[in-house]
């Protein structure tokens, strides 16, 4: 059997990802070595960078910033931003040990100085007494009643696509959670389900009453990120 043979055979009758039988997946332009432990980055999160980027030149017009990515998986976000902007001082955090390990080979072969802590969502964080600029994550947020194709549930680690019953337990865990590590002038960056507008900004306005909430459709016209930008907490 040919190498192309058995590589379709894996895709065909396996049904395992593209991106596990070749190793990696590209994000941003880069190069990013996934696997079973980590998601594979997807498009729609390209875009969530693209607004982090965007964001900042409005909120901090090109003074250095600390950004934490929380949920890093395999880094693609934390490394794309830390490659993108030299003014980022970038800070991942994730609860899985594997997942680290992909992220650190990650930034150490794409040349991203980014720091990584090992630790429950918020936890190493505040512990750390660190502070930030500016929060992004794109949490699992997939509710657990929710059908997932095989290839994507058999493959890619189940603790990083499930987010509660309706999706929306990991927003409530950062944002109850946010202003133990924001400095007081902060953006907070998510990337979500499209069915979840209307809750993201409910929960936005709950734990944030003084900032500004923005929803934005993704490429598709979907409802995929909301922003949060705080003058001051």
């Not at 003074?63 to 395999?74: F, L, N, P, R, Y």
């Not at 936890?123 to 994507?152: A, C, G, K, T, W």
């Amino acid at each position: 059997m040919t190498i192309f043979e058995e590589a379709t055979s894996k895709y065909l009758e396996q049904r395992i990802p593209v991106q596990h039988i070749i190793g990696y997946s590209y994000f941003y332009g880069y190069q990013m070595k996934v696997n079973s432990q980590v998601l594979i980055p997807r498009p729609e999160t390209e875009e969530l960078v693209s607004y982090v980027l965007q964001t900042y030149d409005q909120v901090f017009q090109d003074a250095a910033v600390d950004v934490v990515d929380i949920g890093t998986g395999s880094g693609a976000i934390a490394i794309a931003l830390a490659k993108e902007e030299p003014h980022f001082s970038v800070v991942a955090t994730d609860i899985s040990h594997e997942a680290l390990v992909v992220a650190k080979e990650n930034a150490r072969r794409n040349e991203a100085k980014v720091s990584f802590l090992e630790g429950d969502m918020m936890e190493p964080l505040i512990s750390q007494q660190l502070r930030f600029d500016i929060l992004v994550s794109n949490p699992p947020y997939i509710p657990e009643d929710e059908y997932v194709e095989d290839m994507v549930k058999k493959n890619e680690p189940n603790v990083a696509l499930f987010g509660g019953v309706d999706g929306m337990h990991f927003y409530e865990i950062i944002l109850s959670q946010a202003h133990h590590i924001l400095k007081e002038k902060n953006i907070i960056l998510f990337e979500h389900s499209h069915s979840k507008k209307k809750k993201m900004i409910a929960l936005a306005n709950r734990y944030f009453p003084n900032g500004k909430v923005e929803v934005i459709q993704d490429l598709n016209g979907k409802d995929r990120f909301t922003i949060i930008v705080n003058e001051k907490i």
